[in-house]
């Protein structure tokens, strides 16, 4: 009986020991999920450059995370950040390869790696990443730029005719150990696209309102005349393929270092690519071109050009006077408008040489009140045994779907002589669905010519969630986790 009693007693205890083990063992252990910040600077810069930036990117975290959290009980969230300063004269291979080392110091065996760069600090690390300096490219989720030079700019026109590496040098006045050269030469379109394929890539970007703006010059001068730049990148140099972009308006290169709603605006669209959230992406709408040609007669001539329209419809019409000795006109109603559509402009010419002998009388939307008549009224006239002959066209609004609305544009000189501008462009109405533009350039003649590209660009809601594609570690510790900041600065660039 005593032994039957201990054997009982044994197997109770065991069972109570068992039961105890797996009550304290959680059935789902909490996981960790890290977001490593890295700031990176651009040429000419020091780490203040990414301050205001990163004080409103750890303003608004806590709210995302607590977010997140409450969504996700068994998920904490820590947030460390790297901010120091780099040499800022240098070629961008070691510029990457100074921002890998500076990683492994500080953020040793760290992933989930957010870059943000901007200018030059942007363009290395779209190469580092890519090229995997220091094995960057299974560390970092996401790549952030702002107003870098993705395409190299030595296709792009600077002031007087110089190079893009002659401007980089005056402008930084660098003693330039390869930045100037990395700038002008290296296009970073291919390693942003690998990112953009591979990780993730946000491009944010701005410019002034036309090539020649005198928005952003420094001292009174327009360093580069023929395109829309921030006042040192030329818009359209500012992204590739691969990137989902945000033109955040009308800013100058560094606005963003010390203006607190474009930080602010800046750290909600980053937060929202990372938690989840709807940013509003650029995308092409539509594109054209433009040419002009200066007369003869010494002095300036200018134009005014509506671009992004439709053409609807557009024909030809001929008239022979069979009299011998009177003159005659004609009167004729051409063109028509789809449904939906709404009338912009019309062309009419006179199709002949001897223009004594036949004239448009008159020409004008057949109906004055209504934009939806793409009607056209022609009055012509012919001499006796003569004939006139009108081509015409006519265009509609370009507008987009209902509910999608304009987000930008582009202008730009492509080629051409000196002394050809662009002065003014701006949207001809306030409706956010129409794409058209009113251009005014000018030459200086005789013969002065330029020809001219033209981008109009939509807004495109995405959604992106960065944070779910990161893997969460167990936590190992019963000690509860909270969000954790650090901060690594090293104020010396040298």
Known sequence: MKRLALLITVGLCLQLGFC???????????????????FLHGAGGNVCAMQLLADSIMEQLPAHILDYQQANPKTKIRVDTLQRCYPNDVDIKTWAINIADSIDKHFHNKKNLILIGHS?????????????VGDLADKVALVVTINSPIKSMHRYYAAGGASALDYCRARWLLSDRGVCNSLAYYDSSQDGRWVGAVRHWLAFISGEAAP???????????????????????????????????????????????????????????????????IECSVLAKSGTLEHKAGWIPGTDYWEDVVGEVL???????????SYAKWQEWEDVVGQCPAEGKRSSYQVSKVGFLSFLASIKESRWLSADSPEDCRLYLRTRAAPRNYVQVDWSIYRCGLLPPGVKRDHYEVEIVTGTPLTNIRHVSWITGDPRDLRLRINSEAESPFRWFKAEWRVYSKESRQRKVIDEIPGQALLTTTPVSQKVITARNDCCN
């Open 212 to 278: 020649l703006s005198e928005q952003f010059n420094v001292g009174g001068v327009d360093a580069m005349p023929r395109n829309m730049d921030d006042n040192i990148i030329p818009l359209s140099a500012q992204y590739s393929d691969g990137a989902d972009v945000i033109y955040y308006g009308e800013y100058s290169h560094s606005d963003f270092s010390v203006l607190d709603e474009v930080a602010g605006f800046m750290a909600e669209q980053i937060l929202h690519y990372l938690f989840g959230g709807g």
């Open 120 to 132: 030059m600090g942007g363009k290395a690390a779209l190469y580092a990443v890519a090229q995997n």
């Open 20 to 38: 105890s083990s797996a009550q304290s063992a959680p059935e789902n252990p909490v996981q960790v999920k890290e977001l490593n910040f890295v």
């Open 312 to 322: 609807t419809d557009s024909g030809s019409l001929r008239h022979w006077n069979e």
